[in-house]
T-cell receptor, first 115, second 109 residues
Framework: DTEVTQTPKHLVMGMTNKKSLKCEQHMGHRAMYWYKQKAKKPPELMFVYSYEKLSINESVPSRFSPECPNSSLLNLHLHALQPEDSALYLC??????????????FGPGTRLTVL | GQNIDQPTEMTATEGAIVQINCTYQTSGFNGLFWYQQHAGEAPTFLSYNVLDGLEEKGRFSSFLSRSKGYSYLLLKELQMKDSASYLCAIMDSNYQLIWGAGTKLIIKP
């Protein structure tokens, strides 16, 4: 299994809703990442988990809350989002965090629209 | 500061060859990655260079010159499906990926 899966593919939510994005990989990777990508822009790193511990939080607002229940799963809990948070949310994983040659494998993304 | 430059858009003809350049200035260097991204889809890994020289993988090759802060991605025998954005990314001294803005490649018949 050499893929990263994400659910849901599309999500529409109101500003008062609470929702969660899910990501799963079974490649034995120990680093997992959340990125946000706006149209025609490169991915922006949000969070990095390494060995199930949060190692990087790129000053992301608290309305985004990551969780890593185990080494294969990564969640992103969403609450009280703003319309400007609408974007493609990408999950990625790599063998280890950093280190040479640790290419990141990306999931298909969740297209989020906040109304 | 961190800076990665790539052309915004390029156009090429099916069957031809195209070279996409990437120049960079980053705090440290632990390798350079090229990713392909089709519209609305996730990036997919194409190549990794950490030493100077050319890495060839089928129709795609990637070159790196660390002293010049320069890389290119060479695509041969272009196919319509190669129409996509190509992202250059540098792994910096903190082992974080710094992404270029991407080059949109348009292939014409």
């Amino acid at each position: 299994d050499t893929e990263v899966t994400q659910t849901p593919k599309h999500l529409v939510m109101g500003m008062t809703n609470k929702k969660s994005l899910k990501c799963e990989q079974h490649m034995g990777h120990r680093a997992m990442y959340w990125y946000k990508q706006k149209a025609k822009k490169p991915p922006e790193l949000m969070f990095v988990y390494s060995y199930e511990k949060l190692s990087i939080n790129e000053s992301v607002p608290s309305r985004f809350s990551p969780e890593c229940p185990n080494s294969s799963l990564l969640n992103l809990h969403l609450h009280a989002l703003q319309p400007e948070d609408s974007a493609l949310y990408l999950c990625a994983s790599s063998q280890e965090e950093g280190g040479g040659g640790n290419e990141q494998f990306f999931g298909p993304g969740t297209r989020l629209t906040v109304l | 500061g961190q800076n990665i430059d790539q052309p915004t858009e390029m156009t090429a003809t099916e069957g031809a060859i195209v070279q996409i350049n990437c120049t960079y200035q980053t705090s440290g260097f632990n390798g350079l990655f090229w990713y392909q991204q089709h519209a609305g889809e996730a990036p997919t890994f194409l190549s990794y260079n950490v030493l100077d020289g050319l890495e060839e993988k089928g129709r795609f090759s990637s070159f790196l010159s660390r002293s010049k802060g320069y890389s290119y991605l060479l695509l041969k025998e272009l196919q319509m499906k190669d129409s996509a954005s190509y992202l250059c990314a540098i792994m910096d001294s903190n082992y974080q990926l710094i992404w270029g803005a991407g080059t949109k490649l348009i292939i014409k018949p």
